[in-house]
Nanobody, 118 residues
Framework: VQLQASGGGLVQTGGSLRLSCAASGASRAPMGWFRQAPGKEREFVATISGTGAGTNYADFAKGRFTISRDNFKNTMYLEMNDLKPEDTAVYYC??????????????WGQGTLVTVSS
């Protein structure tokens, strides 16, 4: 299984970004997004079930971020709105588990950097 995250970049406070995670060899596996800010531990952002019917979010992501997937394209997305400087982090996609525990995920992508300027 290979995961390729993309879509990161520099955005101003209040702006939006959409991250993508292209998955090969992980058809319909549950997936998730995590992030790691400089000097901080990796933290859970959102997770989605294999069919896309089930989702769960970290408290900071509720109302601002939306996780989705297109199983025909084998791609997962994270739509991020109303971005804040504290959202600055490397965002990682992962597959093989549905939940917030990073230890449950079997496969990880390489990460994409999101920088939110104030």
């Amino acid at each position: 299984v290979q995961l390729q995250a993309s879509g990161g970049g520099l955005v101003q406070t209040g702006g939006s970004l959409r991250l993508s995670c292209a998955a090969s060899g992980a058809s319909r596996a549950p997936m998730g997004w995590f992030r790691q800010a400089p000097g901080k531990e990796r933290e859970f952002v959102a997770t989605i079930s294999g069919t896309g019917a089930g989702t769960n979010y970290a408290d900071f992501a509720k109302g601002r971020f939306t996780i989705s997937r297109d199983n025909f394209k084998n791609t997962m997305y994270l739509e991020m709105n109303d971005l804040k400087p504290e959202d600055t982090a490397v965002y990682y996609c992962a597959a093989g588990y549905y939940g917030s525990d990073s230890d449950g995920y079997r496969w990880w992508g390489q990460g994409t950097l999101v920088t939110v300027s104030s």
